[in-house]
């Protein structure tokens, strides 16, 4: 019970309650700013809805990473969203920093309705070249999905899915917003596969460069030669002073598990 007092007038004692304070309740935090550079850009659903209200129920989306990489996978990612929530935030892989693409990992994989991720190796992108290389990232990503696409979107202006469903977006991984989450998804995924493999080979910063050109990668391979992750078949090795023979020979290791002839150098482009 509170303090009381005496009023004189009516001859009660009557609670003098408390005045509350002033202070001011603290607020929920604000949603962290967006970056200015995000602002204003974020891709949409408008081609979805077009697909959804036409009967396609299943539209995936597909987008690649890896295809500059000296070493590492050449990675797809496959998307399919829900057409009634969205996850703030969410922008092709390639205008979002590192932190950043963590973070929206987790939402982006638990806001999917299907997601997966294909790979090809190294090894894979010296015997077929990259350009089937990306088709079997692409048809690994699909086939993992656990649904049937009716409809696929695919950044840029080459199918290389090729099922007669597709639809070309050039800049698609900028503005929409399924390719978008198969960017993030596709990204983050290599990007940890190359910090896991960054100790097993010390000196080339797979950690940082994640496998891409940069001049300590190419310091490395100068000093060391490449490793067993490393695209074998690139013009790059040719720069390397030891590289002629020892890039002859692992062509001739490739044409062997192909069956073809080794000197036919357009194969292994």
Same mark, same amino acid.
């Given at each position: 019970?509170?303090?009381?007092?005496?009023?004189?007038?009516?001859?009660?004692?009557?609670?003098?309650?408390?005045?509350?304070?002033?202070?001011?309740?603290?607020?929920?935090?604000?949603?962290?700013?967006?970056?200015?550079?995000?602002?204003?850009?974020?891709?949409?659903?408008?081609?979805? *809805?077009?697909?959804?209200?036409?009967?396609?129920?299943?539209?995936?989306?597909?987008?690649?990473?890896?295809?500059?990489?000296?070493?590492?996978?050449?990675?797809?990612?496959?998307?399919?969203?829900?057409?009634?929530?969205?996850?703030?935030?969410?922008?092709?892989?390639?205008?979002?920093?590192?932190?950043?693409?963590?973070? #929206?990992?987790?939402?982006?994989?638990?806001?999917?309705?299907?997601?997966?991720?294909?790979?090809?190796?190294?090894?894979?992108?010296?015997? #077929?070249?990259?350009?089937?290389?990306?088709? #079997?990232?692409?048809?690994?990503?699909?086939?993992? #999905?656990?649904?049937?696409?009716?409809?696929?979107?695919?950044?840029?202006?080459?199918?290389?899915?090729?099922?007669?469903?597709?639809?070309?977006?050039?800049?698609?991984?900028?503005?929409?917003?399924?390719?978008?989450?198969?960017?993030?998804?596709?990204?983050?995924? !290599?990007?940890?596969?190359? *910090?896991?493999?960054?100790?097993?080979?010390?000196?080339?910063?797979?950690?940082?460069?994640?496998?891409?050109?940069?001049? *300590?990668?190419?310091?490395?391979? !100068?000093?060391?030669?490449?490793?067993?992750?490393?695209?074998?078949?690139?013009?790059?090795?040719?720069?390397?002073?030891?590289?002629?023979?020892? *890039?002859?020979?692992?062509?001739?290791?490739?044409?062997?598990?192909?069956?073809?002839?080794?000197?036919?150098?357009?194969?292994?482009?």
């Amino acid at each position: 019970m509170g303090p009381v007092s005496e009023s004189h007038r009516s001859g009660r004692y009557v609670r003098v309650v408390p005045a509350r304070s002033t202070a001011t309740r603290p607020r929920p935090s604000a949603r962290p700013k967006m970056r200015r550079a995000l602002q204003g850009k974020a891709p949409t659903l408008a081609v979805e *809805r077009e697909l959804w209200a036409a009967g396609h129920e299943v539209v995936v989306g597909l987008d690649e990473v890896g295809k500059g990489a000296w070493a590492g996978p050449l990675t797809v990612g496959a998307a399919v969203l829900p057409p009634d929530r969205r996850v703030n935030g969410v922008r092709d892989s390639k205008a979002l920093t590192e932190p950043e693409r963590e973070k #929206l990992y987790d939402k982006v994989a638990g806001w999917c309705t299907a997601w997966a991720v294909g790979h090809a190796s190294a090894a894979e992108c010296d015997r #077929l070249g990259m350009s089937e290389a990306q088709r #079997l990232a692409a048809r690994r990503a699909l086939a993992a #999905l656990g649904v049937t696409p009716t409809a696929v979107l695919l950044d840029g202006k080459w199918d290389f899915v090729g099922r007669g469903n597709t639809r070309k977006i050039v800049k698609g991984d900028a503005t929409c917003l399924t390719i978008s989450a198969a960017s993030v998804l596709a990204k983050v995924t !290599r990007d940890r596969i190359m *910090r896991g493999v960054a100790d097993h080979h010390p000196g080339f910063e797979f950690d940082a460069n994640k496998g891409y050109p940069c001049p *300590r990668h190419k310091l490395a391979l !100068r000093g060391q030669g490449p490793t067993a992750i490393h695209r074998m078949s690139w013009a790059f090795v040719d720069d390397l002073p030891w590289s002629t023979a020892a *890039r002859e020979v692992a062509l001739a290791r490739l044409a062997a598990k192909a069956g073809i002839d080794p000197h036919q150098g357009a194969l292994f482009g």
